[in-house]
């Protein structure tokens, strides 16, 4: 329990202050001979079916009693991740592994046609980096933003094709679908993101950063108000750096993304969380996340925004210590 907090038990509601193929397993190969022996991390490629190299880190033994893996927003690159991997690794050491990645035309990652950036690839390329990784015990999933999507879809594939069963599960300013009738992301229900993909495909490359600055500007400023500057620039830098191609090319998925159904046949653990000044994932969708999933709880951080890894990390890294399945005392990273 967060210190000074209740749970509704009716509501399961809680506010919080603001302060792939079998043979993928040998396609994991270093993209770096050297291990961060600060984070004893391995960096790895796994290429996909359809040819995309997927930038994952691994940390922890294959051994681990617990396997977390991170997945992070449309325009942001597992990096988003490092406070809740420091502490992880802090607090239980080698007994959890943490598995991160870049989604595809995201971060280190290869890019891809622009007819794969869908939610339900994504999902795909979760169910092979697992594979490839060998992931076999408990394991919790973490999604931001388009990743909690990801890790939605992933539960709504069919049993034969989730090649782990997640036991733990938290969800981070995200939806089950509906995101055209809410907040800011309404825009997606209006001809634009069709226009913005006939675009990429003929445009030059200028055009469309000069189409795209205007955008970034105004997020930029968005999520500054309030927060500090650190906040600010790294959300403007995540968009200004992320291929335009990508950027747009996952908007007519998010348009049709509809997980609702998959919501009832979620039996992991499950924590969702939102911000109350979220304005592209509005509460609203945590509330319906935490009504159609049995025994869900519903963290609220009432004055944060969209970027809650950022803004409330010590509501994350609570939040995946209640999925965990171990009570391990912090040891040295070795």
């Given at each position: 329990m967060l210190n000074g907090q209740t749970?509704?038990?009716?509501?399961?509601?809680?506010?919080?202050?603001?302060?792939?193929?079998?043979?993928?397993?040998?396609?994991?190969?270093p993209a770096s001979d050297s291990i961060d022996d600060r984070r004893c991390a391995k960096h790895l490629l796994v290429r996909t079916v359809d040819g995309v190299?997927?930038?994952?880190?691994?940390?922890?033994p294959r051994t681990a009693e617990h396997t977390v893996v991170f997945l992070h927003g449309l325009?942001?690159?597992?990096?988003?991740?490092?406070?809740?991997?420091?502490?992880?690794?802090?607090?239980?050491?080698?007994?959890?592994?943490?598995?991160?990645?870049?989604?595809?035309?995201?971060?280190?990652?290869?890019?891809?046609?622009?007819?794969?950036?869908?939610?339900?690839?994504?999902?795909d390329d979760l169910a092979q980096v697992l594979t490839a990784l060998d992931v076999t015990g408990p394991l919790t999933l973490v999604g931001h933003s388009m990743g909690g999507m990801t890790a939605l879809a992933y539960l709504g594939r069919p049993a034969a094709e989730r090649p782990v069963e997640a036991e733990g599960l938290v969800l981070v300013a995200t939806a089950a679908g509906k995101l055209a009738e809410r907040g800011l992301a309404r825009l997606l229900a209006t001809p634009a993101?069709?226009?913005?993909?006939?675009?990429?495909?003929?445009?030059?490359?200028?055009?469309?950063?000069?189409?795209?600055?205007?955008?970034?500007?105004?997020?930029?400023?968005?999520?500054?108000?309030?927060?500090?500057?650190?906040?600010?620039?790294?959300?403007?830098?995540?968009?200004?750096?992320?291929?335009?191609?990508?950027?747009?090319?996952?908007l007519p998925s998010l348009r049709t993304y509809n997980q609702y159904a998959t919501l009832a046949s979620i039996h992991a653990r499950t924590v969702v969380i939102s911000g109350g000044a979220d304005p592209l994932t509005p509460p609203s969708h945590a509330a319906d996340l935490a009504a159609g999933i049995c025994g869900a709880q519903h963290l609220r951080v009432p004055y944060a925004g969209h970027m809650l890894p950022q803004q409330a990390p010590h509501v994350i890294n609570d939040a995946i210590c209640r999925t965990v399945t171990i009570q391990t005392a912090a040891v040295a990273c070795a």
């Open positions: 749970l509704s038990k009716s509501r399961r509601l809680m506010t919080v202050p603001a302060t792939v193929p079998g043979n993928l397993l040998s396609q994991a190969t190299s997927l930038a994952v880190c691994d940390t922890g325009c942001l690159d597992r990096t988003s991740w490092d406070r809740q991997i420091i502490y992880l690794r802090r607090r239980y050491g080698r007994s959890v592994r943490v598995i991160s990645y870049d989604h595809r035309g995201h971060g280190a990652s290869a890019a891809a046609s622009m007819n794969t950036y869908r939610i339900d690839q994504l999902a993101p069709a226009a913005l993909v006939g675009l990429i495909q003929h445009a030059p490359g200028y055009a469309l950063h000069a189409l795209a600055r205007p955008v970034c500007a105004t997020l930029g400023r968005w999520h500054a108000r309030g927060r500090s500057a650190t906040l600010a620039a790294t959300v403007v830098a995540a968009l200004t750096t992320t291929p335009i191609a990508t950027a747009v090319g996952f």
